[in-house]
């Protein structure tokens, strides 16, 4: 188990759309991983962040996504642990853990690529590298190996998010964001190899036109870890609040 600061954040999401708002309250408190967090209402709210072109609906439940199932070829980078921690908000605010959720995330690799997409850059349709699901535990608890993403021209180094959990009547609610990292780190990150063949600008958080929804709120708690990065990050499902899907046909 990895011990690393964690944000404790609130989707307030009645369909858990991803038009839904995030309450985040920013205390990095010590807390062992399988707790369950406090639930509050925070006084910091941001709308959830689009899905962006390049999800990709498959069945690949796996924890380590840095492989690519069709050629076996591993992502190179350095190591990222992610765990998340989902519970959900009941009635009178208190909080419950949330299992069987599916918990996606998808990324570029080190230069810039997602995988099983095709646009003017790159054709990498029938690969599946850099993205998978898995799905929380009786703890609430997902965790899954990646690496510190790379960037590619007009936006800042980030995570795609999307939670999904069935709601009312049977149907499939979703939740989507997005996770950043802070600018120093990856600017220290990115010094090394593979991320330095990447030639060009890279955009920094500040200057990052959906970052700029709210993603100060979105910020990953990287740490150093016995010779890679962890981060802990938890997330509250609030059913009180629920607004309109957006999304974004650019590449995001």
């Not at 990498?124 to 790379?150: C, E, K, M, N, W």
Request: glycine share 8%; net charge neutral.
């Amino acid at each position: 188990m990895i011990d690393t600061p964690t944000r404790r954040v609130v989707l307030g999401a009645g369909a858990f759309a991803a038009g839904s708002m995030l309450a985040i309250d920013r205390s990095a408190a010590e807390t062992p991983l399988a707790a369950t967090p406090a639930c509050h209402d925070g006084d910091e709210a941001t709308l959830a962040q689009t899905e962006g072109p390049y999800f990709v609906d498959k069945a690949l439940e796996r924890s380590d996504i840095r492989f690519d199932p069709a050629t076996g070829a591993v992502s190179a980078g350095a190591p990222l642990a992610l765990h998340f921690v989902l519970s959900k908000v009941a009635s009178g605010g208190a909080c419950a853990v949330l299992p069987r959720a599916q918990v996606h995330i998808w990324q570029c690799d080190a230069t810039g690529r997602y995988s099983d997409v095709s646009d003017r850059s790159t054709d990498t349709r029938g690969h599946q590298f850099l993205r998978g699901y898995q799905v929380s535990d009786a703890d609430g608890v997902v965790r899954f190996t990646t690496i510190y993403p790379g960037w590619y021209r007009g936006r800042a180094v980030h995570i795609h998010l999307k939670v999904r959990t069935l709601g009312e009547d049977g149907r499939v609610d979703d939740f989507t964001s997005q996770l950043y990292f802070a600018d120093d780190l990856t600017d220290r990150v990115h010094a090394a190899q593979p991320y330095a063949s990447n030639r060009g600008q890279r955009l920094l958080n500040a200057r990052d036109m959906i970052f700029r929804e709210g993603g100060t709120q979105l910020i990953l708690p990287v740490v150093e870890n016995a010779g890679g990065y962890a981060a802990t990050y938890r997330i509250a499902m609030r059913s009180s609040q629920r607004s309109n899907r957006s999304n974004r046909s650019n590449r995001s």
